[in-house]
């Protein structure tokens, strides 16, 4: 078994129920989704011209490996509306990353863990920390100093109540 961290973040229609419907999908397709971080407003980050985000993380066990996950995200992704060939960090209807692994770096033609934009996004550091406080990167990096790195003026994350419901959880 693999255990992922996922991003997940959406800007268009209902963001919350786009989020919380990939995390159902995540645990029927039979991946243990384990947690669910807050959930959190964001301000586009490379595309400024759109809505605000919503982004959240899990941390995920799954017996498939890194590049079967993607394909995996990648069709839940289009189950849930996204289109594939849309704008570079355009708006979204869902979006789903593999962030880390704990099995450490991985890397092929299509996917590189962790994320290579992770030590620069707020908005996927913060939901991070309410997860694994103490989460590191492979080079030891801990998320915790990367995500005080940045200033907080400069990517505005807040936190958005009520949160996410983890999938299998009571009440969920």
């Not at 959406?10 to 397709?29: F, H, M, P, T, V």
């Not at 962030?99 to 450490?104: I, S």
């Not at 962790?114 to 991070?128: N, Q």
Request: hydrophobic share 45%; aromatic share 4%; proline share 10%.
């Amino acid at each position: 078994m693999e255990r992922y961290w996922i991003g997940l973040g959406a800007n268009l229609g209902d963001r919350r129920a786009a989020i919380q419907a990939a995390l159902e999908r995540l645990a029927a397709a039979g991946h243990d989704v384990e947690a669910v971080s807050g959930l959190y407003e964001t301000a586009p980050r490379d595309l400024a011209d759109q809505p605000p985000f919503l982004n959240a993380a899990a941390r995920v066990r799954s017996a498939l490996g890194p590049r079967d996950m993607l394909a995996a995200l990648k069709a839940l992704e289009a189950g849930l509306g996204r289109d594939p060939g849309g704008v570079r960090f355009g708006p979204r209807a869902v979006d789903c990353d593999i962030l880390l692994r704990e099995g450490g770096p991985w890397r092929d033609e299509a996917l590189e863990i962790p994320h290579p934009r992770l030590a620069e996004r707020r908005f996927a550091l913060v939901p991070l920390l309410d997860l694994d406080p103490g989460l590191a990167l492979p080079d030891g990096r801990g998320v915790a100093a990367l995500a005080a790195a940045i200033d907080p003026a400069a990517q505005p994350v807040r936190r958005v109540e009520p949160g996410l419901r983890r999938p299998g959880a009571p009440g969920g």
